[in-house]
């Protein structure tokens, strides 16, 4: 549903000028903000509104009440008559939103949001508890689907061909002499204290008759067709139930194209030839938070929270507001009183004074929140802006709306695992040798693997092992159109991501793709899936020479084989096809590595690190990791492999312990000897000790490596060290801050005092004795931790 502001249709426009359109504007804004109501002399009641206004929906309320119509025509998809009867049963809460879209291309949606504070929500709540009609005469969604872009953003400030779009309310704000178009709606409609709250409605009526003919349709072609539909449909309730028995709510933009006397011929000849599709509708959760954004499906509400709020609040608005900040930021630990919300309150008063508002606004409250509640700080405010102008409200729609199957079945999931679908974003910490957590754990792996974004991997909250999982939930109303996508795949989750991962493994080109997608699989619990899979992994590893994109591949399959113990998922397949991958990096990798540029050099160096990491997660590979020892060696030996690699390959065989640290320093020594190029040695220094594998912390405690380092920098002539200044500054860079600062203050010492080039005897980087004093120092934290007879 668009707002108010960027929905309509006009007349032709009209030869006005510009001084003229501004001074006819200005006192029809003036009208507004004085009108008093007048009653209408007879036919339909046209109600024109401000999509999600509080104030339009109050007046809303007081204008059917008093004029008691028989029917009530709202702006919305005409398919949505047959969905109004679910909006009055209990199990329906707001905000919520129509949802349509294509039965062959469920992507191609479109939502109608409403809140609590929605006109044309408090209408149709209205009539359903009168026992009046409710009709949706906007255009249908298979026309509106049909379109080329359906979800065509409003915020959009020219359209080709159709001049530039305007913003009606902005433009009434902008001669009224206001420069916030939100502050001027607020002191016209919200915040209005008249006895009569339909006044507005003829005034708005008026001065959007003005501003349509001075703009015509205002950038917004598409509305002429609309609202020729909207006209078709309110001369038939007129036809059906009398002039005097129809009520219309839509947008203010509207009004004046309904109000127009046109001829049914000209209407209809507006929507001949529109294209059409098949569409379904249904009602869907909404949020708050969607409400305020602005782009794609949002309605651009700024502070939903708190129109929420002013059509809630039975009386004194402002003092119930800030009960709630208070409210708020006692439960995050902030020292607020009741003194504090009174001031507050008198603050905001003072300020609305001062600023010639009829009452508080949002500006005044937020003013006087932050000068008292907050200490003039905008960390609390944040978090008030958040939590409460904003808000996590997700609505609720009941169990019989209609839903394509795999949406109920993943609703019944959601129930069976009580994993409750959120609009406020959490983390969720799985324990996989639990039950529970192991099938919501497949649950959320399957959704990622249909596209159904609601959980993503908390990326370090799982820890090293395998038996946890951390994942970071939150539910967005746009995943029921990718859970409607995903139906194609089957009618259950379970059956649709085995049938998604089927047609990804048969369509997948490269190697990696197909490992990642096993490894998926495995994730996700889908053992009916594997078989497809392994089979397309066997035929392209088979097929595929390219060392990397062998090594690339690796990782995945050796992560997948740890999951097998803990999930129970056989893995004898996967295990045979890795260490076939292994064996074949192993034979082509020293080839490979041969005569690489500096790129290919360091996309070759992320491959080695990544299959050394997994040949160490491999079961029973001892004979591989032996090897692999061997590869590196060759690696870390031979003069025609580049210097990162090299680098690369003695840090590695260092750490596992196959390299004695005097091969070490001599590999270094070779490295940086005045015969190798300066280039080659920093680049074999940034595979050595690169600030990611801890290089750093290697050269604060091995006295020789470092003197080595610095005997070689030291030495590079002044005509080279500008070349290889990058590099280097690349590798010291990542570095922690106090390993930098500890290797900074051992070079300032020199060989004398400690630093680089000084030995002692002993393990580099340790005294040759043991302190006995220091070691003696822990005694009484290990008393503490252990107990006296631990250690007795």
């Not at 609309?226 to 009004?255: N, S």
């Not at 109000?259 to 009602?283: I, Y």
């Not at 990397?548 to 996967?574: E, F, I, K, N």
């Not at 070779?670 to 801890?694: E, K, Q, V």
Request: proline share 7%; hydrophobic share 45%; charged share 25%.
């Amino acid at each position: 549903m668009t707002s108010a502001s960027t929905a309509g249709t006009t007349p032709p426009s009209t030869n006005t000028s510009p001084s003229t359109t501004s001074i006819s504007l200005a006192a029809t804004a003036s009208r507004a903000v004085a009108a008093s109501g007048r009653g209408r002399a007879g036919g339909p009641l046209v109600l024109g509104v401000r999509h999600h206004g509080p104030g339009s929906a109050r007046g809303v309320r007081a204008a059917l009440e008093a004029a008691d119509p028989a029917v009530v025509l709202v702006e919305g998809p005409a398919e949505a008559d047959a969905l109004v009867e679910l909006a009055g049963d209990p199990g329906m809460r707001p905000p919520v939103a129509l949802l349509a879209h294509a039965v062959d291309d469920p992507g191609r949606a479109s939502f109608w949001p409403m809140a609590a504070f929605s006109p044309e929500w408090v209408a149709i709540r209205w009539a359903l508890d009168r026992g009046a009609a409710v009709r949706f005469i906007d255009l249908p969604a298979a026309h509106t689907l049909a379109a080329a872009d359906p979800t065509w953003d409003d915020g959009e400030e020219e359209v080709s061909g159709s001049g530039p779009r305007i913003d009606p309310v902005a433009e009434l704000a902008r001669v009224a002499g206001y420069e916030d178009a939100e502050r001027w709606w607020e002191d016209v409609v919200e915040l209005r204290g008249d006895d009569d709250p339909t006044a507005p409605f003829e005034a708005l009526a008026e001065a959007m008759g003005a501003l349509r003919e001075a703009y015509g349709h205002g950038g917004h072609p598409r509305d002429l067709v609309r609202e020729a539909h909207m006209r078709i449909r309110l001369r038939a309730a007129r036809k059906e139930f009398g002039d005097d028995a129809v009520a219309v709510v839509c947008g203010a933009w509207h009004v004046p194209a309904l109000t127009r006397k046109t001829t049914v011929a000209a209407d209809r000849a507006l929507l001949k030839g529109l294209p059409k599709l098949k569409a379904e509708t249904t009602w869907v959760p909404w949020t708050h938070r969607r409400l305020a954004r602005r782009s794609g499906y949002g309605a651009g509400i700024e502070a939903p929270g708190w129109y929420a709020h002013l059509f809630a609040a039975p009386d004194r608005p402002v003092e119930r507001w800030m009960t709630k900040v208070a409210g708020l930021l006692r439960d995050e630990d902030h020292l607020v009183s009741s003194a504090h919300v009174i001031e507050a309150v008198r603050l905001a008063d003072t300020l609305a004074a001062l600023r010639g508002r009829p009452l508080p606004g949002l500006d005044e409250t937020t003013d006087a929140v932050r000068a008292v509640l907050c200490g003039g700080s905008d960390v609390p405010l944040d978090l008030v802006r958040d939590r409460l102008v904003v808000g996590d409200v997700l609505g609720e729609v009941p169990a019989g709306a209609p839903a394509v199957p795999l949406q109920r079945d993943l609703a019944r999931r959601q129930r069976t695992l009580r994993l409750k679908p959120e609009a406020a974003e959490r983390d969720l910490d799985l324990d996989l040798r639990k039950d529970m957590d192991g099938e919501r754990s497949r649950l959320l792996h399957r959704l990622c693997l249909l596209g159904v974004g609601w959980g993503e991997p908390a990326t370090g909250r799982s820890g090293t092992g395998t038996f946890r999982e951390g994942w970071r939930l939150r539910w967005e109303p746009e995943l029921h159109v990718q859970v409607a996508e995903a139906g194609v795949w089957g009618t259950t989750v379970e059956a649709a991501a085995t049938a998604r991962a089927g047609s990804r493994a048969v369509a997948a080109d490269a190697l990696a793709d197909i490992t990642a997608l096993a490894e998926q699989c495995l994730l996700a619990g889908l053992t009916d899936a594997l078989p497809v899979v392994m089979r397309a992994l066997a035929d392209r590893a088979a097929l595929d020479t390219d060392v990397a994109r062998l090594a690339q591949a690796l990782p995945a399959l050796a992560r997948s084989l740890r999951y097998g113990d803990v999930r129970g998922t056989g893995t004898a397949a996967l295990a045979e096809v890795a260490a076939g991958l292994a064996e074949r990096i192993c034979v082509g990798l020293p080839p490979a590595c041969t005569g690489l540029d500096a790129d290919a050099a360091g996309a070759m160096r992320e491959r080695i690190d990544e299959v050394h990491q997994a040949l160490g997660l491999l079961p029973g590979a001892d004979g591989l990791t032996d090897r692999w020892a061997g590869v590196l060696r060759r690696l870390a030996d031979r003069d025609r492999i580049p210097g990162i690699l090299r680098g690369r390959a003695a840090r590695l065989l260092l750490d596992e312990g196959r390299l004695a640290a005097d091969e070490a320093a001599l590999l270094m020594s070779r490295a940086l000897s005045p015969g190798t190029s300066p280039a080659d040695a920093a680049s074999w220094i940034d595979g050595f000790a690169g600030g990611a594998s801890g290089g750093g912390l290697l050269l604060v405690h091995d006295d020789r490596l470092l003197g080595l380092v610095d005997d070689w920098l030291t030495g590079v002539p002044a005509e080279a060290f500008t070349d290889v200044l990058p590099l280097l500054r690349r590798t010291f860079s990542g570095y922690e801050p106090g390993v930098r600062r500890t290797l900074g203050e051992l070079v300032a010492r020199g060989p004398r005092a400690g630093g680089p080039g000084h030995t002692t005897p002993g393990v580099p980087g340790f005294a040759p004795t043991t302190d006995r004093d220091r070691a003696d120092a822990v005694l009484p934290l290990l008393h503490l931790v252990l107990g006296t007879e631990a250690l007795v």
